[in-house]
């Protein structure tokens, strides 16, 4: 009965027509969020109409990525610490995993969107010194590209303000986003789009979403040349790790980092152990 499954199973090839609404809907997100422009929902709406014609599995896989991708888009995406602009934002993100993680589990019955946390496989050694390794990276890379571009400005100063609580509000803010990248970029867009191409295409797809989306919250400038290969590793690492647990660590490791160097960009004297 295994056999027959295999078997029946589409292949997943790189070339073929399918990969036309796939490049459209990753595009969608760079016109969306990378240059704010509405033409990206005309992209969304060109990936979704290509699909039809194409692959109807594909097209309801692609359609849950734009659900998403169109819930986000709905709202400003940036780092305003307000409380109800937090709120606002944090729906919206909430309800850009729920609703496709809901279609597909109630209305496809597919069951394919899961969120691993418990796997009932130890970490290795290398595993373990792989986190280790994100906190050097981190610590190296990140307070140059952040001063050097002076992108930390799209950030508050959660020091320098009347309102104490925002120092906890950018760390609340910073891990929560974090969390939600991993959830729906690479649980939600990249194990959809694995699907129907091979690993490596999958993942280079979801990373231009993922990218795209870090833009506009903030990481301008060169940003890409480091967002990017960022989202291939993650996608990798759930590839090999098949755990949520693992890539959400290795991510709040590194925005530990982001944040205190975020916060020592606005001001200086504040832990001032970063070379840039």
């Known amino acids: 009965m295994t056999s027959t499954l295999i078997a029946a199973e589409a292949p997943r090839t790189a070339l073929s027509w399918k990969l036309l609404p796939a490049v459209l809907l990753s595009a969608s997100a760079v ?40 819930i986000i888009s709905l709202v400003p995406l940036n780092a305003d610490l307000s409380l109800g602009h937090m709120a606002l934002m944090g729906g919206a993100l909430a309800l850009a995993v729920l609703v496709p993680w809901l279609v597909d589990r109630f209305v496809f019955r ?11 496989h130890r970490w290795s050694l290398t595993a373990k010194l792989y986190l280790l390794g994100v906190v050097a990276l981190g610590y190296f890379i990140l307070p140059v590209y952040l001063i050097s571009t002076d992108v930390f400005q799209n950030w508050p100063n959660a020091i320098s303000t009347d309102d104490p609580t925002i120092f906890w509000r950018l760390f609340l803010g910073v891990n929560t986003v974090g969390i939600w990248d991993e959830l729906f970029f690479v649980c939600t867009t990249f194990t959809l789009l694995r699907r129907h191409f091979p690993d490596w295409l999958a993942n280079i797809l979801q990373a231009v979403i993922f990218s795209s989306f870090l833009w506009e919250i903030g990481y301008e400038a060169w940003g890409p040349l480091l967002t990017f ?15 949520l647990t693992y890539v959400v660590s290795v991510h709040l490791l590194f925005d530990l980092v982001l944040f205190l160097a975020l916060v020592h960009a606005h001001n200086r004297d504040w832990l001032p152990i970063f070379l840039y």
Do not use: C, N
């Open 110 to 120: 597919e069951r394919i969107i899961r969120f691993p946390v418990r796997t009932g």
């Open 229 to 243: 290969p960022f989202a291939m590793l993650q996608g990798y690492t759930f590839k090999l790790t098949k755990s």
């Open 31 to 70: 016109v969306l969020f990378g240059l704010e422009s509405d033409a990206g929902y005309l992209l969304i709406a060109a990936s979704l109409v290509a699909a039809a014609v194409i692959d109807r599995v594909l097209l309801r896989h692609l359609a849950l990525i734009a659900s998403g991708l169109i």
